[in-house]
């Protein structure tokens, strides 16, 4: 698809999706780096949540992917940084127009809520869709500081 740089993470509850959705990325032509986690080991979603979002905060990635259990946890944490903004999608027209009208930049999602042939629709329904601008640029430039 792409070249865009993708920082990916999950927790323990997490990580088989996220590992799929790490060789669709690559797959897709994406460059990758993951953030860990590396097993099913029980993790904290927090510190994966910061190094995938600070990377983006920093414009060492184009857009983050985080998946935990729900999705929740990652993007709350995800969107304590600068210039985040994070949504968790559970079904693909969310998906896309968080991108088209709210320029969001950090994809979450819930291994316990969608499985990996709909969370690879969702990725591919996030990244295929690119931000509108005019109105909305305006929108989306009220949103912080607050
Ligand atoms: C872990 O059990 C779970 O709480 C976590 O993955 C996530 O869903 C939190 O939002």
Do not use: W
């Not at 797959?27 to 904290?44: K, L, Y």
């Not at 990652?74 to 210039?83: D, E, L, R, V």
């Not at 999608?89 to 969310?94: K, T």
Request: glycine residues 14%; negative net charge; proline residues 2%.
């Amino acid at each position: 698809m792409d070249g865009r740089r993708i920082a990916i993470g999950s927790d323990h509850a997490g990580f088989p999706l996220k590992e799929h959705l790490r060789a669709v990325l690559e797959e897709r032509g994406c460059e990758v780096h993951d953030a860990g986690t590396t097993s099913e080991a029980s993790c904290d979603y927090p510190d994966f949540a910061h190094a995938v979002a600070g990377r983006v905060a920093k414009g060492e990635a184009d857009v983050g992917v985080l998946v935990c259990g729900t999705g929740v946890g990652m993007s709350i944490t995800a969107n304590k940084h600068q210039g985040v903004r994070a949504v968790v999608c559970s079904e693909c027209f969310s998906a896309k127009m968080a991108r088209a009208h709210n320029d969001a930049n950090v994809l979450c999602m819930g291994q316990r809520v969608v499985g990996a042939g709909l969370a690879t629709e969702i990725l591919d329904a996030f990244l295929g869709a690119k931000f509108e601008g005019g109105r909305h640029e305006r929108r989306v430039g009220k949103i912080e500081p607050a």
